[in-house]
């Protein structure tokens, strides 16, 4: 049961982290041009 909870959780964040680098990296791009 906590193994289940743990993997959605993870899964989450990375959903959440991954627009995240995402919007980084294009304003590094942005503000070296």
Same mark, same amino acid.
């Given at each position: 049961? &906590? @193994? %289940?909870?743990? %993997?959605? =959780?993870? =899964? *989450? =964040?990375?959903? *959440?982290?991954?627009? =995240? +680098? +995402? *919007?980084? @990296?294009? %304003? /590094? @791009? &942005?503000? %070296? /041009?």
């Amino acid at each position: 049961m &906590a @193994d %289940k909870i743990s %993997k959605r =959780v993870l =899964v *989450l =964040v990375s959903h *959440l982290t991954f627009p =995240v +680098k +995402k *919007l980084q @990296d294009w %304003k /590094n @791009d &942005a503000e %070296k /041009n």
